[in-house]
Nanobody, 120 residues
Framework: VEIVESGGGLVQAGGSLTLSCEVNRLLSSSFAIGWVRQSPREPVACFSN??????YGPTAKGRFTTSTDNANKMRVFLHMNNLEPEDTGVYIC????????????????WGQGTQVTVSA
């Protein structure tokens, strides 16, 4: 499995950022793409392609959303809105088979992560 991440960066509080995660070389047609934030470790969101639903972690609910790339169904975007300094951290994209795990923290394979920094 290949995981390609992009996005992230520096934004002021109240601003928005979008992360992208593309997965390639999958052997399964059912998969889930999610994000976990490091330090502190926290579930962010997980999208299941089987039913096109997204589960969100506690701090992401109401502020973050996901969408898929219409041209590439293996690519999912995480739209982070109304960001707060507490959202700062490394966001790691990961893939799970075939669905999102119950805690949104355990995945089969992980990407490298991308830094998100929110200034006050």
């Amino acid at each position: 499995v290949e995981i390609v991440e992009s996005g992230g960066g520096l934004v002021q509080a109240g601003g928005s950022l979008t992360l992208s995660c593309e997965v390639n070389r999958l052997l399964s047609s059912s998969f889930a793409i999610g994000w976990v934030r490091q330090s502190p470790r926290e579930p962010v969101a997980c999208f299941s392609n089987s039913d096109s639903t997204t589960k969100y972690g506690p701090t992401a609910k109401g502020r973050f959303t996901t969408s898929t790339d219409n041209a590439n169904k293996m690519r999912v975007f995480l739209h982070m809105n109304n960001l707060e300094p507490e959202d700062t951290g490394v966001y790691i994209c990961a893939v799970n088979f075939p669905y999102c795990g119950s805690d949104l923290l355990n995945y089969h394979q992980w990407g490298q992560g991308t830094q998100v920094t929110v200034s006050a």
